[in-house]
């Protein structure tokens, strides 16, 4: 069976308007050119992000972040102004949009907060940049690295190669650390203790020694040691390092650092103590009988 286009009912079906959109006759044809246009403006702002990145932003200075926030900035705004210059051809005044406010603020109300929310939240981290793309970010008991804004959620890649979303409300309200806000330099610390017959300067100058011939410990800052103060069974040091390679592995940095102070505290025989106790017998309120030495076995 096949359907004749030109035939006049059908094309008075499919030009027949069911609705108005302020002066907009809102008909299947109008729905067709609507889809078209979206289609067009759409690759067309993919064309504009993509010329921008290729042609400006790889030949300036800025860093990741920065590109990426002016890329998709860019890409907001030419979809924006796009589809208000198609509703003003489409022959729509915009004021007569304002009713669609309140039906909007209903739709909030009812269910749409946490997305107008989450999309706010979006639009706060491409402009302010608490958080951009490349860096290094703690989120409650989450580690990784961030590697998409967009407009719901905030992709996190860890170290595990695995991506968990997260709303770019989270973000904005609650505590995140970002470990590379400022540069990739970053700071790690490592809990030492040894015995209280050893020599705390000589431990100081052990540990400045494996740190510095690490490769990955920057000499600048350099590395430092504090004596932390006298355990229950050890004297307590904190080995301070300075790193920009392995900001998204600290455990293997860790790792790596304590198997080559295990080494060097054998070589200098610095020992690692055990727990010590003290152990107290309380004196007994009645004597204690003792059986003498030749009293005879007694068999029962």
């Given at each position: 069976?096949?359907?004749?286009?030109?035939?006049?009912?059908?094309?008075?079906?499919?030009?027949?308007?069911?609705?108005?959109?302020?002066?907009?006759?809102v008909?299947?044809?109008f729905?067709?050119?609507a889809?078209?246009?979206?289609?067009?403006?759409?690759?067309?702002?993919?064309?504009?992000?993509?010329?921008?990145?290729?042609?400006?932003?790889?030949?300036?200075?800025?860093?990741?972040?920065?590109k990426?926030?002016?890329?998709?900035?860019?890409?907001?705004?030419?979809?924006?102004?796009?589809?208000?210059?198609?509703?003003?051809?489409?022959?729509?005044?915009?004021?007569?949009?304002?009713?669609?406010?309140?039906?909007?603020?209903?739709g909030?109300?009812?269910?749409?907060?946490?997305?107008?929310?989450?999309?706010?939240?979006?639009?706060?981290?491409l402009?302010e940049?608490?958080?951009?793309?490349?860096?290094?970010?703690?989120?409650?008991?989450?580690?990784?690295?961030?590697?998409?804004?967009?407009?719901?959620?905030?992709?996190?890649?860890?170290?595990?190669?695995?991506?968990?979303?997260v709303?770019?409300?989270?973000?904005?309200?609650?505590?995140?650390?970002?470990?590379?806000?400022?540069?990739?330099?970053?700071?790690?610390?490592?809990?030492?203790?040894?015995?209280?017959?050893?020599?705390?300067?000589?431990?100081?100058?052990?540990?400045?020694?494996?740190?510095?011939?690490?490769?990955?410990?920057?000499?600048?800052?350099?590395?430092?040691?504090?004596?932390?103060g006298?355990?229950?069974?050890?004297?307590?040091?904190?080995?301070?390092?300075?790193?920009?390679?392995?900001?998204?592995?600290?455990?293997?940095?860790?790792?790596?650092?304590?198997?080559?102070?295990?080494?060097?505290?054998?070589?200098?025989?610095?020992?690692?103590?055990?727990?010590?106790?003290?152990?107290?017998?309380?004196?007994?309120?009645?004597?204690?009988?003792?059986?003498?030495?030749?009293?005879?076995?007694?068999?029962?």
């Amino acid at each position: 069976m096949s359907i004749d286009l030109f035939n006049p009912e059908f094309v008075r079906l499919f030009t027949r308007p069911y609705f108005h959109l302020g002066d907009i006759e809102v008909s299947p044809a109008f729905l067709v050119k609507a889809f078209i246009f979206l289609a067009f403006l759409t690759t067309v702002m993919r064309l504009g992000r993509s010329l921008l990145r290729r042609h400006v932003l790889k030949h300036t200075s800025l860093d990741e972040g920065q590109k990426y926030a002016l890329d998709r900035g860019f890409g907001y705004t030419l979809f924006s102004l796009g589809l208000l210059i198609g509703l003003q051809s489409a022959g729509l005044n915009l004021s007569s949009l304002a009713f669609l406010g309140g039906a909007v603020g209903i739709g909030i109300g009812f269910g749409l907060q946490n997305i107008a929310k989450n999309f706010l939240s979006g639009l706060v981290l491409l402009a302010e940049r608490p958080v951009k793309v490349g860096d290094r970010v703690e989120v409650g008991s989450l580690h990784g690295d961030v590697v998409h804004i967009g407009f719901r959620a905030t992709w996190v890649r860890t170290n595990d190669n695995i991506i968990v979303i997260v709303p770019n409300s989270e973000l904005i309200e609650g505590h995140v650390t970002n470990w590379t806000a400022n540069d990739r330099k970053v700071r790690f610390r490592l809990t030492v203790g040894v015995a209280y017959s050893s020599d705390p300067r000589q431990v100081r100058d052990v540990l400045l020694l494996v740190a510095g011939q690490h490769p990955d410990v920057l000499e600048d800052p350099a590395p430092d040691v504090v004596f932390t103060g006298f355990g229950d069974s050890s004297l307590n040091f904190d080995l301070r390092v300075w790193t920009t390679r392995q900001v998204r592995t600290p455990t293997i940095l860790r790792s790596d650092l304590y198997y080559r102070i295990f080494e060097a505290f054998q070589d200098y025989r610095i020992e690692i103590p055990f727990p010590q106790r003290d152990l107290h017998v309380r004196t007994l309120s009645m004597p204690l009988a003792v059986p003498p030495q030749n009293a005879p076995d007694t068999v029962s």
